[in-house]
């Protein structure tokens, strides 16, 4: 199994993130069909003020490549990823348009 680590800041308020949480209460079925689809197995979303960190456990042969290329041609996880910027914001110094951005895992026990 593979695991991958992600983060992304939500926009600093406090409406707009209890809104985003809510969101992530009922996600629409068709986003976590695509999510079981791909390869994922497991994928939790932690926050602390605005910062968010979510955890992908994924098959082996999961490629977060082909799983960009399938989302951008798919109608439903498109409008869900742009409803869900109205929240979000992109991290200091990444490229224009870039969400999650995947961190580099530095220690391991």
């Known amino acids: 199994m593979k695991t991958y680590c992600y983060t992304l800041d ?7 993130i209890a809104e985003y949480e809510r969101y992530h209460q009922q996600v629409w079925p068709e986003i976590l069909q695509s999510i079981t689809d791909s390869g994922i197995q497991h994928m939790t979303i932690y926050r602390w003020a605005n910062r968010l960190c979510m955890i992908v456990h994924a098959a082996d042969d999961y490629d977060p490549a082909a799983k960009a290329e399938k989302d951008a041609a798919d109608r439903k996880v498109q409008e869900w990823e742009t409803l869900m910027w109205k929240y979000q914001q992109a991290l200091p110094g990444v490229p224009p348009g870039t969400k999650w951005v995947e961190m580099k895992p530095i220690f391991k026990h």
């Open 10 to 16: 939500l926009k600093d308020d406090p409406e707009l």
